[in-house]
């Protein structure tokens, strides 16, 4: 079993930065890819960031390249999401997600585990 916590989650102007959290426990006792997805009611959820076991690699939806990165800390087993330059259109929850894999994917289905969400939100 492997449980993932995210916090870090509020509301910011546009323009500001916010930097999520995410806490791995359990059973993680082999390499594996932690992401980010973000959703919006009625919308599919959305592929934000993706990281290797190493750190060596990283992936980045289109719309948040330049603007967040991620990283991991694997002795806190915690992997951070750092938002700059927010705008309206990032509100949404944000989940954390782990992959027992070693290369990064983007398909929401190939992550075995899933945080509870952290709400975002970004006024005008």
């Known amino acids: 079993q492997v449980q993932l916590v995210e916090s870090g989650g509020g509301l910011v102007q546009a323009g500001g930065s916010l930097r999520l959290s995410c806490v791995a426990s359990?059973?993680?006792?082999?390499?594996?890819?932690m992401g980010w997805f973000r959703q919006v009611p009625g919308k599919e959820r959305e592929f934000v960031a993706g990281?290797?076991?190493?750190?060596?690699?990283?992936k980045y939806g289109d719309s948040v390249k330049g603007r967040f990165t991620i990283s991991r800390d694997n002795a806190k087993n915690t992997v951070y999401l750092q938002m700059n330059g927010l705008k309206p259109e990032d509100t949404a929850v944000y989940y954390c997600a782990l992959d027992f894999q070693e290369t990064i994917v983007v398909l929401r289905t190939a992550y075995d585990y899933w945080g509870q969400g952290t709400q975002v939100t970004v006024s005008s």
């Open positions: 359990g059973r993680t006792f082999r390499r594996y890819v």
């Open positions: 990281i290797s076991w190493s750190g060596g690699s990283t």
